[in-house]
């Protein structure tokens, strides 16, 4: 379900379940890669994606609505957010498919995404859903996207194609289907040297803020300590 693949100094973490939604199986899985690329000595940078016609849909709600082994689940992926946003190496979002609600967020919580320019939408459909943002949530989304990008995302719902992600500043590139990983992975390699003890304080920096209310450093789920 969750595959970390080393392809030279950059760790390739790929969610591969279908939709790809966030449950305990699969947010406790994620908590473990980044425990691994964590531990990773030395240069290292990440590339996260997903399977298919899905980067991720977020949030299962099936699994929710179920409401076995939920207690302190959303915790967890406010955490997981969190974790990746303030990540000791440089992260690069592939979006090879749909990223809708937590699967945008989890994409916006990189330094860099790029997206699939034929097929495939980001989006927060949140406010058709009638489940609101939690300020964890917003929290990370407004730390990359420019203030009327997320505004206009929170406020309607609209999907937003490769393209159209780039002009808004979601996405930095919007390549064909087959090139969205090796493109993520060729940014990811050229920046795996930078020095983590200072992109961990500068993320801090410019971001503890919301790392902070997300709790990602806090220990919990089968994360550990971010």
Same mark, same amino acid.
């Given at each position: 379900? %969750?595959?970390?693949?080393?392809?030279?100094?950059?760790?390739?973490?790929?969610?591969?379940?279908?939709?790809?939604?966030?449950?305990?199986?699969?947010?406790?899985?994620?908590?473990?890669?980044?425990?691994?690329?964590?531990?990773?000595? &030395?240069?290292?940078?990440?590339?996260?994606?997903?399977?298919?016609?899905?980067?991720?849909?977020?949030? !299962?709600?099936?699994?929710?609505?179920?409401?076995?082994?939920?207690?302190?689940?959303? !915790?967890?992926?406010?955490?997981?957010?969190?974790?990746?946003?303030?990540?000791?190496?440089?992260?690069?979002?592939? %979006?090879?498919?749909?990223?809708?609600?937590?699967?945008?967020?989890?994409?916006?919580?990189? !330094?860099?995404?790029?997206?699939?320019? !034929?097929?495939?939408?980001? $989006?927060?459909?949140?406010?058709?859903?009638?489940?609101?943002?939690?300020?964890?949530?917003?929290?990370?989304?407004?730390?990359?996207?420019?203030?009327?990008?997320?505004?206009?995302?929170?406020?309607? &719902?609209?999907?937003?194609?490769?393209?159209?992600?780039?002009?808004?500043?979601?996405?930095?590139?919007?390549?064909?289907?087959?090139?969205?990983?090796?493109?993520?992975?060729?940014?990811?390699?050229?920046?795996?040297?930078?020095?983590? &003890?200072?992109?961990?304080?500068?993320?801090?920096?410019?971001?503890?803020?919301? %790392?902070?209310? $997300? &709790?990602?450093?806090?220990?919990?789920?089968?994360?550990?300590?971010?």
């Amino acid at each position: 379900m %969750i595959d970390l693949e080393a392809r030279g100094l950059v760790r390739v973490l790929r969610m591969a379940d279908g939709e790809n939604r966030f449950n305990r199986i699969s947010v406790d899985a994620l908590h473990a890669a980044l425990d691994e690329v964590e531990a990773v000595e &030395g240069p290292c940078a990440l590339v996260t994606t997903g399977s298919g016609k899905f980067f991720s849909n977020g949030l !299962d709600l099936d699994w929710l609505g179920a409401g076995e082994g939920t207690e302190g689940f959303l !915790d967890d992926v406010h955490r997981l957010l969190g974790r990746v946003l303030g990540l000791n190496v440089y992260t690069v979002a592939a %979006i090879n498919g749909h990223a809708f609600a937590g699967g945008a967020m989890l994409a916006s919580a990189h !330094d860099r995404a790029v997206m699939r320019q !034929d097929r495939g939408y980001w $989006c927060l459909p949140e406010v058709d859903l009638g489940l609101p943002l939690t300020p964890e949530m917003h929290a990370v989304l407004a730390a990359h996207l420019p203030p009327a990008t997320l505004a206009e995302a929170a406020l309607t &719902g609209r999907r937003y194609p490769g393209s159209e992600a780039v002009a808004a500043g979601i996405a930095a590139e919007a390549v064909p289907e087959d090139a969205v990983v090796a493109r993520a992975v060729e940014i990811a390699a050229e920046l795996a040297s930078k020095d983590r &003890g200072v992109l961990r304080a500068h993320k801090r920096l410019l971001y503890g803020e919301a %790392i902070s209310i $997300c &709790g990602a450093e806090r220990p919990g789920g089968a994360g550990g300590v971010a």
